[in-house]
């Protein structure tokens, strides 16, 4: 089995920073694409961020410039910087992999529980 845990999630000000992890565990051959989905309330979810094993990122039209995702390949971890929150940033951040796990030598989508960021004064 392969588990995606996130951490780092929580209450900021507007403008403030966070900092999303999220760590990948259990039977990995290999990682591929990595990427930070998110919903709010009433809203379906989308896609914040994501990074390839190799090749460029790429983002949301709505958080580029203020969000930087990265990842070590090492702790088979995934980060996300997140700048310059503002209160519609609000949401459930989701982390999500494409993984080849060495039991079924498969590539499947496999996602995190979730962590809530709340973005308020």
């Known amino acids: 089995q392969v ?4 951490s780092g999630g929580g209450l900021v000000q507007p403008g403030g920073s966070l900092r999303l992890s999220c760590a990948a565990s259990g039977s990995i051959l290999s990682i591929n694409a990595m990427r930070w989905y998110r919903q709010a309330p009433g809203k379906e ?3 914040v961020a994501g990074i390839p094993t190799g090749g460029s990122t790429n983002y949301a039209d709505s958080v580029k410039g203020r969000f930087t995702i990265s990842r070590d390949n090492a702790k088979n971890t995934v980060y996300l910087q997140m700048n310059s929150l503002k209160p ?3 949401a459930v951040y989701y982390c999500n992999g494409l993984i080849i796990s060495y039991i079924t030598m498969r590539e499947y989508d496999y ?5 809530q960021v709340t973005v308020s004064s």
Request: aromatic share 6%; charged share 35%; no cysteine.
């Open 111 to 115: 996602w995190g529980q979730g962590t």
């Open 88 to 90: 519609e940033d609000t």
């Open 45 to 47: 979810r989308e896609l």
């Open 3 to 6: 588990q995606l845990v996130e």
